[in-house]
Structures are given as structure tokens and as C-alpha cells.
């Protein structure tokens, strides 16, 4: 068994067992108090929205081209956006699941409204959102989510960026909470694939999708696989 300090934070998740193995963004980079809606918050959100209503605005006298106005626009809906989303990880942290939940949905319609072409920040979102689902046991809606950020994440950012192999490993942990294990199981040998290639055998985000492969064999039956990875 690997020393304590050596362990990935799915190991180390995996061990209190749980619906704690679904990883964030933040968690994954990681390898390598007030209540989420706060009056103040809720004003910087109108401020956000009411930045993009206008195409034009005075400025000493003249006018400022729309594309000004819409790039400062995405800028405040991003910067929001990372506050929530930095919202839903300290309410996750804390247990309230369900609160944690509410900040996405309401992080989701936010990036919706101010989607355009930019299919990233949807995506970004979604996936948040699809976490605090996993989170709060909500592993249906959690897997439908990371479908869809999977398709747009494959098309658009391609199958080896990190992002998409993020959510293809957070889709496995979901098919495999639903008892799909067989799929839970090539979806993580899909990701270990790639990351022992890029990243290396003993990179942090490797052994903690080694782990996930581990737990599927035990799962299957098959524990002499099973023991070999770890």
C-alpha cells in the first residue's frame, strides 16, 4: 500500500468512501464564511447584467464602440462566474450540498444568458454544476451534465486537454455510483491511457485515476487486476 502522504486525493476520498470522489476543476489543478447569495453579491450580479444592455456609452463627451462595451461586459460575467464558482467549492467544503447546488444552477443560468460563442464558459459551468450534483447524490442529473460538457469539451477543446479528461473522470465516477461499471471502468482506463502517456505513471492526477480503475476491478469481481495497480 502506498505511504499516507503518497496518496491522491481520490485515495484519500475513496477511504472514507462517499460521494466525495467527485473532483472539481480546482481539486484536479490541486494534484500538480458568508452564505453564497450575499446581498452585496446579488448586487454585483445586477451590475453584471445591466453592463451589457447598452452597446453604446458616453465617455468624455463621445461614444464607446460596442466591442468595448461587450468585452468589459464578458470580463465582469466571468469574474462573477469565478466567485460562484469559488462560492459552490467553500459550501461543498462546509456540507451544504444543497446550497452548493443553488450557487451552480444560478452560475449556469448566469453563463446561458451570456453564452454567445462562447461554449467554454457553458461548459465550465455545467460542469460545476454536475459536481455539486454528484455531491448532493443527485447522480442521475450529475451524469446527464457531464455528457453533455464531455461533448462540447471533445469537440472544442479536444479528447487530451485536461478539462475534458476532468470530466470524463468524474462521468466514470458517476457511471459508477449508478452500478455502470463496466462503462465506469473504460472510461477510467480511456483517461490512465492518456495521462500515464502525457503526464507520467506517478503524477498525482494519474494514481488517482488508477485508483478509480482499481475500484472498478474490485467492483467486477476481478481482484487480481485489482491488486496489481495498487
Known amino acids: 500500500a502506498r505511504a499516507e502522504h503518497g496518496r491522491s486525493p481520490r485515495e484519500r476520498i475513496t477511504a472514507g468512501g462517499g460521494d466525495d470522489r467527485y473532483l472539481s476543476l480546482s481539486e484536479e489543478a490541486e494534484m500538480g464564511g458568508a452564505s453564497m447569495v450575499r446581498r452585496e453579491s446579488l448586487g454585483r450580479c445586477a451590475l453584471v447584467l445591466l453592463s451589457v444592455v447598452a452597446a453604446w456609452s458616453p465617455v468624455q463627451g463621445g461614444a464607446q464602440p460596442a466591442a468595448q462595451v461587450n468585452a468589459q461586459a464578458a470580463a465582469d460575467v466571468d469574474a462573477e462566474l469565478a466567485r460562484m464558482a469559488s462560492e459552490v467549492r ?6 451544504d ?21 462562447d461554449e467554454a464558459r457553458l ?14 447524490g443527485r447522480t442521475a442529473d450529475a ?6 460538457t464531455l461533448a462540447v469539451q471533445e469537440r472544442t477543446l479536444g479528447v ?8 470524463r473522470n468524474n462521468l466514470a465516477t458517476a457511471y459508477s455510483h449508478l452500478g455502470r461499471t463496466e462503462e465506469a471502468l473504460a472510461l477510467y482506463l480511456s483517461v490512465l491511457t492518456v495521462q500515464e502517456r502525457v503526464m507520467g505513471a506517478e503524477h498525482p492526477a494519474t494514481l488517482s485515476t488508477r485508483s ?16 496489481a495497480l495498487m
Open 90 to 95: 467553500r459550501l461543498d467544503g462546509a456540507g
Open 97 to 117: 450540498h444543497p446550497q452548493a447546488v443553488r450557487v451552480a444552477e444560478a452560475a449556469v443560468a448566469l453563463a446561458a444568458r451570456h453564452a454567445g460563442t
Open 123 to 136: 461548459a465550465r459551468a455545467r460542469f460545476q454544476l454536475a459536481i455539486a450534483y454528484g455531491r448532493s
Open 143 to 148: 451524469m446527464v451534465l457531464l455528457q453533455e
Open 160 to 167: 487530451e486537454h485536461p478539462d475534458t479528461l476532468s470530466t
Open 212 to 227: 478509480g480503475v482499481a475500484n472498478a476491478y474490485f467492483t467486477l469481481g476481478r481482484t487480481a487486476e485489482a491488486m
